[in-house]
Every structure is written in C-alpha cells, then in structure tokens.
Nanobody, 122 residues
Framework: VQLQASGGGLVEAGGSLRLSCGFS????????MGWFRQAPGKEREFVAG????????SYPDSVKGRFTISRDTGKNTVYLQMDSLKPEDTAVYYC????????????????WGQGTLVTVSS
C-alpha cells in the first residue's frame, strides 16, 4: 500500500484547509482510513478516522465540530476538511490505513503516508 498526502500549508487562525491522501496498492474499501498529527516535541495523536464503508467516523474532542473526514471510493482518496483552525492545530499531518482495526489507534496502523505540514498563524 502507498499513501500520498497533500494539501498542507500556512493559514491564519480561523481559516480552512483540506488535506487529501491518495491510496494505491490494495482494495481501498477494505481499509479504515484516518489522519494523525504530530506537533514539535509531542507524540503523534489521532485526529480523525473513517471505516471502509464510511458508516463509522470518529474524532477526538479537540477537533470535533471543526474537522470533517470523508472518503471517495471512486478516487481512492481520503480527505480531511479542517475549518476554524487554531494555532494549536499546527503539526505534521499523516494519513493512515488500517486493515483490521476500528477505531484506529497509533499502534495498529498498517501503513503511513509521508506527512504534510499544516501551520496556523495567530
């Protein structure tokens, strides 16, 4: 499996960004997909997850109501729409694929994308 993330950048607080992650190499719908992030000096943390059939979606409280995860089976792509961004959202964002587990947890992820940097200025 290969994951290719894109869409990061610099945005002012209160702004929006949409991250994309292209999936290839296996059957996309067989994998739960998600996003994690890692800020400087901090551990990687879960941001959003969506099951293979899109029926289950999960967010931590820190982003609930501001971030939206979705997937497009026809394009083998998962998206993360980020609205009302805050400086504390600044991090490298990684997409993740998990064949067997729900919800996604750091230790069980099977494949990682290369990361895309999101910087939110105050």
């Amino acid at each position: 499996v290969q994951l290719q993330a894109s869409g990061g950048g610099l945005v002012e607080a209160g702004g929006s960004l949409r991250l994309s992650c292209g999936f290839s190499g296996r059957t996309f719908s067989s994998y739960s997909m998600g996003w994690f992030r890692q800020a400087p000096g901090k551990e990687r943390e879960f941001v959003a997850g969506v099951s293979g059939n899109s029926k289950r979606i999960s967010y931590p409280d820190s982003v609930k109501g501001r971030f939206t995860i979705s997937r497009d089976t026809g394009k083998n792509t998962v998206y993360l729409q980020m609205d009302s961004l805050k400086p504390e959202d600044t991090a490298v964002y990684y997409c993740a694929a998990d064949r067997m587990n729900w919800p996604l947890v750091l230790a069980s992820v099977d494949y990682w994308g290369q990361g895309t940097l999101v910087t939110v200025s105050s």
